[in-house]
């Protein structure tokens, strides 16, 4: 090999490595999905299985339910796996790295439409969305926002269908509605490249805590019982191994009924595993109580039908969505009892 040749290689090579260095592939990876954030089965488990979640407060019950199968004696152990947007979490249980997370409900109608065979086992929480707007904004209706931009975490989430139908009855048809990643949001309010923001929590106490924002409508006013996420199992996993599902849905279920009445304890559980502020969380969890709601969270055909209409009717579905195909409620417990959860002191 000529001199020429081997330093025209050896250009090439280092060009290579420092476009690596800059760009770090694999950083953007870990940032879509991380891995399980706990590993290794408890002393009494016969498996193990992990669980898609966003760090946001309607997939708590996920963090909870990890911490208590780590920290008692159960059939199954749940590792839970972060993600950081809903396209990698719908690609994620698509090729079945994943077969059980939550997830916006209207997404997973989208899934089943695109012949996903995907089940909702059960709801995150009820209410615990915003729409915020800048503290300086003297908006008092979503009508003074015309003109402006406002951002919601996907097309395929109930924050959407909520947002146009307001936009509808306000008769505003000229807003600028676009999608950013819920831990965005904030950051993109205070920078003044978004004028509003319609998400789940904690992203709307973020903005209040910094100062940067204010709350214009709670979910819960205009759409009561507010239902943004839901707990969605692949029926293959629910084919292959419904023990690990009832446990998970029992986990779920009965780590809501506890996060209820201990909300300060879920937050000091949840805070590491979302990697955010505990006071955050505790913020959001308390300011007011009712803001997020985990009792009711029993799927109800009549929940899931208000939602698949709006999305029929706003063409983010093709055709109507069968409820009945999409629901399955089997592994919801008849009583549902707080889980027994032990937290060190605060």
């Avoid at 000529?2 to 800059?22: E, P, Q, R, W, Y």
């Avoid at 966003?54 to 997939?59: G, K, N, Q």
């Avoid at 201990?262 to 590491?272: G, S, T, V």
Wanted: charged fraction near 20%.
């Amino acid at each position: 090999m000529s001199s020429s040749l081997k330093i025209g290689l050896g250009v090439v090579a280092a060009f290579v490595l420092l476009t690596l260095l800059h760009f770090q592939p694999w950083r953007h990876a870990q940032n879509s999905a991380d891995s399980a954030i706990h590993t290794g089965p408890n002393a009494g488990a016969r498996q193990e299985l992990t669980v898609g979640f966003l760090p946001v407060t309607c997939h708590l019950t996920c963090c909870v339910t990890d911490y208590a199968s780590h920290q008692s004696v159960t059939g199954t152990n749940f590792n839970s796996q972060l993600f950081h947007d809903f396209p990698t979490v719908a690609a994620a249980i698509k090729k079945k790295s994943i077969e059980a997370t939550f997830m916006i409900v209207p997404l997973a109608m989208k899934l089943r439409e695109q012949g996903v065979p995907v089940k909702i086992c059960y709801l995150g929480h009820r209410d615990g969305s915003e729409i915020v707007v800048a503290k300086s904004d003297p908006a008092k209706s979503l009508r003074d926002l015309k003109g402006k931009t406002l951002a919601i975490p996907s097309p395929y989430s109930n924050q959407n269908l909520v947002l146009h139908e307001l936009m509808h009855q306000q008769g505003m048809a000229d807003t600028n509605v676009r999608v950013l990643p819920p831990p965005q949001m904030p950051t993109a309010l205070a920078a003044h490249a978004i004028d509003g923001y319609f998400v789940g929590e904690p992203f709307c106490g973020k903005a209040e805590m910094d100062g940067t924002g204010r709350v214009l409508y709670y979910a819960k006013d205009v759409w009561p019982h507010f239902v943004s996420c839901a707990l969605v199992v692949h029926e293959d996993l629910i084919k292959e191994h419904p023990d690990q599902v009832r446990d998970l849905v029992s986990g779920i279920a009965r780590s809501g009924a506890w996060a209820d009445g201990h909300r300060l304890e879920a937050a000091k559980i949840a805070a590491p595993m979302y990697r955010q502020d505990q006071k955050l969380l505790e913020y959001v969890l308390t300011q007011p109580k009712d803001r997020v709601s985990y009792s009711m969270l029993t799927p109800t055909d009549e929940d899931l039908q208000k939602i698949a209409d709006a999305a029929l009717a706003q063409k983010v579905l093709q055709k109507p969505c069968k409820v009945s195909d999409l629901v399955d409620r089997e592994f919801i417990p008849k009583d549902i009892q707080p889980a027994d959860i032990k937290t060190a002191a605060r």
